[in-house]
């Protein structure tokens, strides 16, 4: 086979790197919060599972793999759309049930070639399906590691509300900004930039800490509202939809909101979106450990109370 040409190239590193700007969510901080929270909320099956399904270089920690999706992204750069979901470019509503009517899965759920359930929500319930084969030899062909540690992955996504934005401006890639003084883009103030700053100013720039505060609101000040969080009718896959429409809800209400191209970010803006940043994160990882462990556990879960480890 003759070698590519210089220009076949140069086009193919184009593509691999406008996939992977896409595609990134959270820093990988906040993966791991996300992750590190579930693990809290895993039954003792469900954690056994995941304990079994993780590599050995995870050292038995589902928190340790949770930025791997975006590790290998150019390796496995067919999964870039998986990362997240385009919307129409509309926050004009007036209600939020409104909402609905912003993020449609047959509309918005495909890859640029149109191939259907190509996006965020489709990968959190193609990999809850694969996973639900565990331990049934005649059904699974898949590779589980894979599986577990993608969907770890993509329910943190979908709780990041700029990766459930509009597809003219790849979820705010293309919004340049500056976060104080520093020069950025509004999706990385979002995946990064607000975090690091809570981590600075509050918590001594220390993950555990971090994650020590959220789990204290959790049985503290949103005590009252998890039972909302973890609340999900769908058996038949998962809640994903509903957790992409609260993101574009909340793109539309914090993310995009008084932003415009160029402007400065600073006290006003950090100060009412990092708590929206916060409670994201400890909804994913709630809604993660309640997907796993609908999965993982033999015991009726739905009736059964999400209780810190």
């Known amino acids: 086979m003759a070698a590519p040409r210089p220009q076949q190239q140069l086009l193919l590193l ?9 595609a990134e969510a959270w820093g990988k901080e906040g993966h791991i919060m996300t992750c590190k929270i579930a693990e809290r909320y895993l039954s003792e099956d469900a954690a056994a599972a995941v304990r079994e399904l993780l590599p050995a270089s995870a050292g038995g920690e589902l928190s340790t793999m ?6 290998v992204r150019f390796r496995y750069h067919w999964a870039s759309p998986l990362h997240y979901a385009n919307t ?3 926050c004009s509503f007036n209600s939020t049930r ?3 009517l912003l993020l449609s899965f047959y509309r918005d759920c495909h890859n640029s070639n149109g191939v259907q359930g190509m996006c965020v929500i489709g990968a959190i319930n193609n ?18 590691t894979e599986s577990l540690m993608f969907l770890a992955h993509f329910v943190g996504d979908v709780h990041q509300p700029l990766h459930v934005a509009f597809e003219e401006d790849e979820g705010g890639n293309t919004i340049n900004v500056h976060w104080y003084k520093a020069k950025a883009n509004l999706h990385h103030v979002w995946d990064v ?9 509050l918590y001594n720039k220390d993950l555990d800490t971090m994650v020590e505060a959220l789990h204290m609101n959790m049985t503290n000040g949103w005590s009252d509202d998890i039972s909302q969080w973890k609340n999900c009718t769908n058996t038949q896959t998962t809640c994903a939809n509903d957790y992409a429409v609260e993101s574009v809800g909340l793109a539309c209400n914090y993310a995009y909101k ?4 160029d402007i400065t970010l600073g006290d006003e803006y950090y100060f009412s979106r990092y708590p929206v940043v916060e409670k994201r994160l400890a909804q994913g990882g709630i ?16 009736t059964m109370p999400l209780y810190a480890q």
């Open 287 to 302: 809604r993660l450990a309640l997907i796993l462990n609908r999965i993982f556990d033999k015991k009726k879960v739905d």
């Open 193 to 201: 930039s607000i975090i690091d700053t809570v981590m600075k100013n």
């Open 88 to 90: 129409p470019g509309l």
């Open 98 to 100: 409104r909402f609905l």
């Open 66 to 71: 949770c930025p791997w999706a975006d590790e």
């Open 127 to 144: 990999y809850t399906d694969q996973l639900l084969t565990y331990k049934d030899s005649t059904k699974s062909s898949y590779n589980l």
């Open 258 to 261: 008084d932003v415009e191209e």
């Open 14 to 22: 184009l593509v691999l790197l406008l996939a992977a700007r896409r």
